[in-house]
């Protein structure tokens, strides 16, 4: 039977350690779960906000619905020829998940280590870093529908993926809750170290020929170097998407700011990093009331301690401002924003 809490302190559920309640909090544990939940009419009319690690979430104020926790375990994975295909419940920790294939040199997702958050969030925000996409290595997901009762399997088509975008952040938001993802991984590497400081970091460690053990030890190395530990100060990661601009917008961006930093992007577009672009306008590291920006990484914002979900928000529009001030670019949110 499943039990449903009332006025429940979020801030363990959430890595920006944001005390929000909410007014109704269930954790899931199996599939079955979710079929026992929603045959109650109450909760198909109730507003719900679905949670796995949280942390990809700012809580601006507290949630007056019912928060799902969702917490299905299990990894299966299956080898044929060079190909390893691994099914992983939705509540895993997605890096607990890249160490379990790191380990067994299924290769495919360790240049995503360290990315927080768990498996099921996964596919809603195509999670990236270092030249690799979650959709490089997706194969389907299984979700359940809230409004029929079923599940559906979704293909890598069907999930529409763009830069951090999905069709569960579009036109199926809050329609469906994904309850396991399934992986298509190699024992054959393509070791990928061109993004980032990964090449240099490997020569460094004199490292000429990369494992993808070495790799993944290389960017958990690169992140904790710049990013802040949520379990010691408040933050969802990279607060921020890296703009994506057309070369007729970047070109008067260029102009005056020749040093600014850029990729190729898809369709002859530009990504400008906006962990740059917040720093150049002299956001990094600055403290304003509780919040702040990170000392290594402007584009992580963080709670310096009793940060209400509101003043982080209003900081980050600070920044929104400054940004598009200077440089003619508007920031976008990553962080879910729930108010």
């Not at 890249?98 to 997702?109: L, T």
């Not at 599940?151 to 830069?163: E, L, P, V």
């Not at 010691?232 to 070369?247: C, E, H, L, M, Q």
């Not at 008067?252 to 577009?269: E, R, S, T």
Request: charged share 20%.
């Amino acid at each position: 039977m499943l039990q449903i809490q009332q006025n429940v302190s979020l801030k363990n559920f959430n890595t920006f350690g944001i005390d929000a309640h909410a007014r109704y909090f269930v954790e899931i544990a199996h599939e079955d779960d979710l079929v026992e939940l929603f045959a109650d009419p109450q909760w198909l009319q109730t507003e719900r906000l679905v949670i796995g690690g949280g942390s990809n979430l700012l809580l601006v104020t507290d949630f007056e619905g019912l928060v799902i926790r969702m917490n299905i375990r299990g990894i299966e994975h299956r080898i044929s020829h060079n190909d390893v295909f691994v099914e992983v419940g939705g509540g895993e920790v997605w890096n607990d998940l890249v160490n379990f294939c790191v380990a067994r040199e299924y290769a495919g997702i360790e240049n995503l280590s360290l990315i927080p958050g768990s498996v099921g969030a996964s596919p809603i925000q195509n999670i990236g870093a270092y030249g690799v996409e979650l959709k490089d290595a997706f194969v389907s997901c299984k979700a359940f529908e809230i409004a029929t009762g079923t599940f559906k399997t979704f293909t890598k088509a069907d999930c529409k993926f763009g830069y951090r975008e999905s069709v569960f952040k579009n036109e199926l938001k809050g329609q469906y809750i994904i309850v396991s993802v399934k992986f298509h991984l190699s024992l054959t590497p393509n070791i990928n170290t061109q993004y980032g400081a990964i090449g240099q970091e490997l020569a460094n460690r004199g490292i000429t020929s990369p494992t993808i053990k070495d790799v993944s030890q290389v960017v958990s190395h690169i992140r904790v170097s710049k990013l802040p530990d949520p379990s010691t100060i408040g933050n969802a990661g990279s607060f921020f998407k890296n703009p994506v601009i057309s070369t007729d917008e970047f070109a008067p961006v260029a102009a005056k700011f020749p040093d600014v930093v850029n990729y190729p992007a898809a369709d002859g577009q530009v990504k400008l990093a906006a962990g740059w672009l917040i720093e150049q306008c002299g956001w990094k590291g600055k403290t304003v009331g509780n919040t702040g920006t990170w000392k290594n990484q402007a584009l992580v914002l963080v709670n310096h301690g009793g940060a209400t979900g509101q003043e982080v928000y209003n900081f980050s529009s600070q920044i929104i401002d400054s940004v598009y001030a200077k440089f003619g670019v508007r920031l976008q949110r990553e962080v879910n924003i729930i108010s």
